[in-house]
């Protein structure tokens, strides 16, 4: 049997060994917090950098599309205009081949009009030298 005093010791040891694995427990605490707050704030900054990425990501591809966006309106409108200007040359053309079909037209009739005039005058001639040759004869 153990004496009071080695009784003693042995209460006093395992006093002294519970708090030292209680210091070490609560160092060992200490460290996973420090760790868990460490790797929260690193999966936080991970999360708030992929976060902002993904953001200017899908920004970039917005004003990419704009982009297209206005450069294929740009490409309609100079179409259009292309085709448009191809319509007016295309009614000018038109517009000057009715006037020279007019202007040929009118040509002709003042043509027909001045034989008309120039064989009636010459009718009235014969005309009035018939009437001449009547009155003498």
């Known amino acids: 049997m153990k004496s ?3 009784l003693s010791e042995d209460l006093a ?3 002294a060994e519970l708090k030292q694995r209680q210091r070490e427990q609560g160092a060992k605490f200490k460290a996973k917090g420090v760790e868990r707050a460490s790797v929260g704030k690193t999966k936080a900054t991970a999360a708030s950098q992929k976060a902002a990425d993904d953001s200017r990501a899908a920004l970039d ?7 297209q966006k206005r450069a ?3 490409e309609r409108k100079a179409k259009q ?3 448009d200007d191809i319509s007016a040359e295309i ?9 020279e079909i007019e202007d040929n037209r009118q040509e002709r009739e003042d043509d027909v009009k001045a034989k008309e005039k120039k064989r009636m005058a010459k009718e009235k001639k014969r005309e009035e030298l018939q009437k001449t040759l009547d009155a003498v004869g």
């Open 4 to 6: 009071f005093e080695q």
């Open 13 to 15: 040891t395992r006093r």
């Open 61 to 67: 591809r917005i004003k990419q599309m704009a982009a």
């Open 72 to 74: 294929a309106e740009q």
């Open 81 to 83: 205009k292309e085709r």
């Open 91 to 99: 009614a000018a053309s038109r517009e000057q081949k009715k006037d």
